[in-house]
DNA sequence: CTAGGGTTAG
């Protein structure tokens, strides 16, 4: 249907301003019969309850109407064609019930009735309140219509409405379409904020990924300020500091829905500390929420953090588990390349009767991919097609692509690769030229890589995987050809960042990143290990550099990656023994890998990276990848 | 009596 565009843009708007604002119509009655509205389940009672209302005389009355129009427009099992038939009924509807009926639309799919019913509304005389703006609003944001919102939300500044529902709703309309900025100066602008517009701003910024942003936010619903600098980025005062603040400050408090926006957050970004005291928060003020679904984003934070042990604690400790907390479990442990444990886990949801999905065997087989698990794998597959009839999807088939590239057996994966029944994506292309990286496959790679730009050409990590296959094989001239496509096409890098978190301060590194307060002891310390791995014998591998420099430069490049300095400032600031937690954004590279593994022994630390995709336990010189990854 | 925020599983 089309939109209502006339009342909008013509001079006599149903923006426009009323005089002074409506007296209040109320008209309470108490009657037997209008108890029995609470309970009504279905139209069916319902038709019974208006009959007795009728009977009762109390079909006349606005208190009455609004409860049935209020069920048959808003409940789920409501009817929106009766409601209508009651409303077109009465002679002067209330502002209530227009009110009713425009926010049924608002929910309905045909949220532009919402609208038609709002310039009604306006023509006949009536008056919007703070009720009617954020049904509006929703209404505007369904139909991505942010003209009109611009204009409702022009409405509302005139009549000075200083409500925190009506602007939480505007923010919700400005997030959605990803204007968050603009959000962000109305959200700031809010007399009376509370904590569903607080939820309304993490909520959006945690959407478009800036989880940094997301997580201060929720600090500041406490007003934790710690000041950030350039180099640093602060998400979180310790916890029980925050826990005791909060209790004296009477604050926001956050409930479920600040908590299902921020532990993605924290598991983005690998803020284990933030993470670990929510998790007390909720335990200690959520006893609601036994059989939520925010214990299934708990354990996937732990499990994203890097505290795989402290998943499986919550996990275990759950007393009903849905399919969704046995699936990201089953996927934790895969991403920590813990095959067996994974494969372990599948079968006793399978003897507890419950019935695994699609999702269930994504996490499985990237668990036998990511443990290096080949026949395991095969057979998982076979069965989940034969025994559970669930269709492979192309996360299935890019989990056995990568498994089979992983052991080297190519054939096997490019006849998997031609009997698919669906179009191969971007992710299996890329796992197929990772698995030509590692086993030097040069022809394959060559076939993945122009696949994979045809389908993405401005994949930026395609270019560095097939150009590190170039200079694995000493091939520098089709190296520098690869930057020269690069540059062409104004192609970034993305720039390798590591992070670390201590005492609850995130801290952010790029590759050579001298902008850290303690930029100069880290470069020592970088020093000190650069000699304490030549002592050990390491010899960097400089052949997944990209540039045809020299050897020297390169491995002064080499030394100084991201994840490098992370570490380093790790190890100067923490007591001797403390295991160190790494993020990276993109994939560790074979040269950093080896390192750290000498590293862990040398320094005799326990380092838990996380790279884009899975993690490595670096303890005593191995990794827990066994170099599989 | 009517209004705003909602994740996770490669």
Aim: charged share 20%; hydrophobic share 40%.
């Amino acid at each position: 249907m089309a939109l209502p565009s006339s009342p909008f843009t013509s001079k006599a708007s149903a923006f426009h301003i009323p005089p002074e604002s409506n007296p209040p119509c109320s008209l309470l009655q108490k009657h037997p019969s209008l108890s029995l509205l609470s309970g009504c389940k279905n139209m069916e009672t319902l038709k019974q309850i208006h009959a007795q209302f009728i009977k009762f005389g109390l079909h006349n009355t606005h208190f009455g109407l609004s409860k049935l129009v209020g069920f048959c427009a808003l409940s789920p099992s409501g009817n929106s064609n009766y409601a209508l038939l009651i409303f077109d009924a009465i002679e002067n509807p209330t502002e209530i019930l227009w009110n009713t009926i425009i926010h049924g639309y608002a929910l309905s799919s045909n949220p532009e009735l919402a609208l038609e019913f709002y310039v009604k509304m306006v023509s006949l005389g009536n008056y919007p309140n703070s009720y009617t703006f954020p049904s509006l609003f929703k209404s505007c944001k369904k139909l991505m219509a942010a003209q009109i919102g611009k204009q409702v939300h022009g409405c509302v500044v005139k009549l000075g409405l200083d409500n925190a529902v009506s602007f939480t709703a505007l923010i919700g309309g400005y997030v959605s379409r990803g204007c968050l900025d603009e959000a962000r100066e109305l959200f700031d602008g809010i007399p009376v904020r509370d904590v569903v517009s607080w939820n309304a701003m993490i909520s959006g910024y945690a959407e478009v990924g800036r989880f940094g942003e997301a997580l201060s936010l929720f600090e500041n619903m406490w007003k934790l300020n710690v000041t950030p600098n350039e180099s640093t980025l602060v998400s979180v005062l310790s916890a029980s500091l925050a826990v005791f603040r909060h209790m004296q400050l009477e604050r926001v408090e956050p409930n479920d829905v600040t908590f299902l926006n921020i532990l993605p957050a924290c598991a983005h970004m690998g803020a284990l500390d933030m993470g670990r005291w929510i998790h007390v928060y909720i335990n200690k003020n959520c006893h609601h929420l036994q059989n939520s679904s925010l214990w299934t984003s708990v354990i996937d934070m732990y499990a994203k953090c890097g505290s795989i042990e402290a998943a499986k604690q919550v996990f275990f400790g759950l007393e009903t588990k849905s399919l969704s907390s046995w699936n990201v479990m089953i996927s934790g442990l895969a991403m920590h390349g813990n095959g067996h444990g994974a494969i372990d886990l599948f079968s006793k949801l399978i003897e507890e009767g419950i019935e695994p999905d699609d999702v269930t065997f994504v996490g499985l087989l990237s668990a036998c991919s990511h443990g290096g698990l080949v026949e395991l794998g095969r057979l998982h597959f076979s069965s989940m097609v034969q025994d559970y009839k669930i269709q492979p999807k192309l996360p299935h088939y890019g989990c056995m692509i990568d498994l089979l590239g992983r052991a080297g057996l190519f054939d096997e994966a490019k006849s998997l690769l031609e009997c698919m029944d669906i179009e191969p994506d971007g992710a299996i292309w890329s796992s197929l030229l990772g698995a030509c990286r590692i086993h030097g496959n040069l022809e394959l790679g060559e076939y993945a890589a122009s696949s994979l730009f045809k389908l993405d050409p401005n994949n930026h990590g395609a270019y560095v995987l097939l150009s590190n296959i170039y200079a694995g094989a000493g091939r520098w001239n089709d190296v520098a050809r690869i930057r020269t496509m690069l540059n062409d096409n104004g192609l970034k890098k993305v720039p390798g960042c590591t992070s670390i978190e201590l005492d609850s301060v995130v801290h952010e590194f790029l590759v050579s990143d001298r902008t850290h307060p303690q930029s100069e002891d880290i470069y020592r310390m970088l020093d000190e290990i650069d000699r304490r791995l030549e002592m050990a014998g390491h010899v960097p591998n400089t052949s997944e550099v990209h540039y045809d420099m020299d050897e020297e430069w390169k491995e002064g490049i080499l030394s100084q990656h991201s994840e490098r300095l992370a570490i380093a400032f790790g190890l100067i600031s923490t007591k001797p023994g403390t295991t160190l937690r790494i993020v990276k954004n993109l994939r560790v590279c074979g040269n950093c890998h080896s390192a750290t593994k000498l590293i862990s022994k040398i320094f005799n630390r326990e380092i838990i990276a996380r790279d884009r995709n899975r993690f490595h336990h670096f303890k005593d010189g191995c990794c827990s990848c066994m170099d599989y990854w």
